[in-house]
């Protein structure tokens, strides 16, 4: 994405991901105690199974840092990048909107520790927990006010999602992102 400020022109990584495969028990960190897993999230999809990939057939670098983030913005002349999960993708496919809101609210708090409240380059966009409308309201408001994020993202597919996303019981969380 591209933008004008002035006379200069400002680009802007609008979809850069967080490896959060890698960061698993980072995260559990986060988790309700008696909760924690190593596994927070589910495998998204046969798509975007990760364990078929051969080690060091991924791009870029190997679960980069804040710094490493921030590196790779002055290197190519970004101003900044929005963050997004990588696993955390697969938050649709939770059956139990329990471990929905936890799971989100340990990915989004782990997003801000490690990443966006390191260097105001880093911008967060936040997971929500779809299964439960009110979370998801809750979590979005959260996200945005506590931890700066831009917005929250919604799975398009899985099994948490009970209807399409632009049904009536979902303008609860468009109404509060305006």
């Not at 999809?45 to 991924?58: Q, S, T």
Request: charge should be negative; charged fraction near 20%.
């Amino acid at each position: 994405m591209r933008g004008s400020v002035g006379n200069v022109t400002e680009i802007i990584d609008a979809d850069g991901h967080v490896d959060d495969i890698a960061d698993q028990e980072a995260i559990a960190k986060y988790m309700p105690p008696g909760n924690r897993s190593s596994q927070s999230f589910p495998v998204l999809d046969h798509l975007h199974f990760h364990y078929l990939r051969p080690p060091g057939n991924r791009a870029g670098l190997e679960n980069p840092g804040p710094q490493e983030w921030v590196g790779f913005l002055d290197e190519t002349g970004i101003s900044s990048s929005v963050l997004y999960p990588t696993f955390g993708l697969a938050v649709g496919r939770f059956v139990s909107h329990h471990w929905a809101i936890a799971a989100c609210r340990a990915y989004n708090t782990w997003l801000y520790e490690k990443f966006t409240s390191k260097n105001s380059r880093l911008k967060g966009m936040a997971l929500l927990p779809i299964q439960d409308v009110d979370a998801a309201v809750v979590e979005l408001r959260r996200a945005v006010n506590e931890f700066g994020m831009l917005g929250g993202m919604l799975p398009s597919n899985g099994e948490g999602i009970k209807d399409h996303l632009g049904a009536k019981m979902y303008w609860p969380i468009y109404e509060e992102a305006e």
